[in-house]
């Protein structure tokens, strides 16, 4: 695959994303679907909450048009390989997205929304995204999961879905860090020759990078639900089809250090309820971005520190593909320390104020 049709993926998705976002805005409002401040949102005024919508179909006109260039212009095979693992990782990411709008339309209940989550997710391990083994960081090896495998990769979905949505509480972030992500796991998939997984990080990229154009701060649409569920899937199909679908595959260790703060931040959060007495699901104030807007940072601000922090985790992740075992350890605990400190200075594990308090 060649610079220009990845950079044909990023630009369709990029256009057709900036391009419908204000028609989603303005459909947004007009039908009353938008998120109020209070509680736990920061934002002033109604602010319409469907933006996934555009960041869905910038992101399918991407594909669209990458599959243009296959039939008729001659690129590389990715979405029409022999193998590809069509048409499951194509129809679960519009399942989540689904699931993502009727919640953001009707406020789903939370047996219902992980119902469908866990359905997207049948539809992809059904179509061959699977987790089925993962390298050992030691002797370089492979460790077969057999049966777990299904319950895994449920699992990694669906938490992947779930770290995004909760991350996406300022104008920004869900969709910078997403970017991040993507452009870290774009560079995986095409160095392990995975097109199929490349496709789908070039078609994220300029979908995230579209949608910032409304969304950072001062944001004018909100992505909802159906944008985050949907970004989170879709790394978590990447992650499975770029890095781990490789004979020379990482271990579960990358991916999770490119998406690591938000992984850290909904592992601080459950450590933290456990702690102080809170039911895990209760939504609180103490998330990262909380916290920094508490130690006196503005939005933009906080934004910027929480990119900084995930370019890092997403450089420490790339690199850990290449260097000698004793170096990925290293790494790993560098990187770990570093954001103990971080966690240490926000008091990330400490009680935080629950909505309505």
């Known amino acids: 695959m060649t610079p220009i049709e990845h950079f044909a993926v990023i630009g369709t998705a990029l ?24 509680g736990r949102h920061v934002h002033q005024g109604a602010i319409p909450r469907i933006g996934g919508v555009a960041i869905f179909a910038g992101f399918a006109a991407a594909l669209a048009v990458r599959w243009a260039g296959e039939t008729w212009w001659g690129w590389h095979p990715a979405l029409t390989a022999e193998g590809a693992p069509v048409p499951g990782a194509l129809i679960a990411p519009a399942v989540m997205f689904a699931v993502g709008l009727l919640d953001d339309m009707i406020d789903l209940k939370p047996g219902q929304k992980l119902f469908g989550q866990l359905l997207a997710a049948g539809i992809a391990i059904a179509g061959g995204v699977t987790i089925s083994h993962v390298s050992d960081p030691f002797s370089g090896g492979l460790i077969l999961l ?54 789908f990080a070039a078609g994220l990229v300029g979908a995230c990078l579209g949608f910032l154009r409304f969304n950072f701060n001062p944001a004018s649409i909100f992505m909802g639900d159906s944008g985050s569920l949907f970004l989170g899937f879709v790394l978590a199909c990447i992650a499975l089809l770029g890095v781990m679908k490789s004979v020379a595959a990482i271990t579960l260790v990358v991916p999770l250090l490119i998406i690591g703060v938000p992984v850290f931040d909904t592992f601080s959060a459950i450590v933290r309820r456990r702690r102080h007495g809170r039911p895990i699901q209760e939504a609180d104030k103490g998330h990262i971005h909380h916290r920094l807007l508490g130690r006196g940072f503005t939005q933009r601000q906080t934004v910027i520190i929480i990119y900084v922090w995930s370019v890092a985790l997403a450089v420490g992740g790339y690199a850990m593909r290449w260097v000698p075992p004793v170096f990925k350890i290293v790494t790993l605990v560098v990187l770990a320390a570093l954001s103990g400190l971080m966690a240490y200075w926000l008091g990330l594990f400490e009680a935080a104020h629950h909505d309505g308090e």
Not at 25 to 37: N, Q
Not at 151 to 172: E, K, R, S, Y
Not at 174 to 190: E, M, N, Q, R, Y
């Open 146 to 199: 057999g049966l777990l495998s299904i319950p895994v990769t449920l699992f990694w979905m669906v938490g992947f879905a779930n770290v995004i949505n909760l991350m996406d509480g300022l104008d920004g972030l869900a969709a910078g860090i997403t970017a991040i992500a993507a452009v870290s796991l774009l560079f995986l998939a095409v160095q392990a020759n995975q097109p199929f997984a490349a496709v």
């Open 15 to 38: 256009v057709v994303t900036w391009g419908l976002t204000p028609l989603v805005r303005l459909v947004g409002r007009r039908l009353g679907i938008v998120a109020r401040p209070g």
